[in-house]
């Protein structure tokens, strides 16, 4: 049982190129979310899913996209990366609306 | 919208006892939630509460609830160097949305 897991685990990119992460996760969850960490800024929840081909916003959705084709995967899309999008983003998963599973992180860095 | 405030730092002596504080806004939170992030690693859940729950002990852990002032507490007793890390409270909302806190990193001192 892997639980959470992420790809890649770091990445430079720079400004304007796209990217995709990925997420899988083999608990059977419904819920799925994308997390971006910041340092003095916490945990911000970018997208979420709360079952497969569904789709929402967070708080911070600008600049990102989302897909949920499948119900293990949970895709991140930035179609053209910004310095501003340099952080560690955390993918998380959840039975229901309670405990969230996390993923080790992926380390962006955009120049 | 939900407001989840807990202190950026602490420092504690090694076999001390920690205490870290969180309030929030919410008073129709359901679940409260702490969880720790070790460095270079994703967030782990450590506890959780139930809002008609005043206190929840397990091994060394400790939380506290006082629902009227919202205020939640993690009390770690005997604390190690292995506790060193960030602590995130966390706060079910109406929406069945969680809020996280900025998180409390804690220093062990020797």
């Known amino acids: 049982n892997a639980g959470v897991t992420q790809t890649p685990k770091f990445r430079v990119l720079k400004t304007g190129q796209s990217m995709t992460l990925l997420c899988a996760q083999d608990m059977n969850h419904e819920y799925m979310y994308w997390y971006r960490q910041d340092p003095g800024m916490g945990l911000r929840l970018i997208h979420y899913s709360v079952g497969e081909g569904t789709t929402a916003k967070g708080e911070v959705p600008d600049g990102y996209n989302v897909s949920r084709l499948k119900k293990q995967n949970f895709l991140l899309g930035l179609e053209s990366a910004a310095p501003s999008q340099t952080s560690v983003y955390f993918c998380a998963s959840s039975y229901s609306a309670g405990e969230q599973f996390f993923g080790p992180g992926t380390r962006l860095t955009v120049l | ?110």
């Open chain 2, 1 to 110: 919208g939900e407001d989840v405030e807990q202190s950026l730092f602490l420092s504690v002596r090694e076999g001390d006892s920690s205490v870290i504080n969180c309030t929030y806004t919410d008073s129709s939170s359901t679940y409260l939630y702490w969880y720790k992030q070790e460095p270079g690693a994703g967030l782990q859940l450590l506890t959780y509460i139930f809002s008609n729950m005043d206190m929840k002990q397990d091994q060394r852990l400790t939380v506290l609830l006082n629902k009227k002032d919202k205020h939640l507490s993690l009390r770690i007793a005997d604390t190690q160097t292995g506790d060193s890390a960030i602590y995130f409270c966390a706060v079910m909302n109406r929406d069945d949305k969680i809020i996280f806190g900025k998180g409390t990193r804690l220093h062990i001192l020797p």
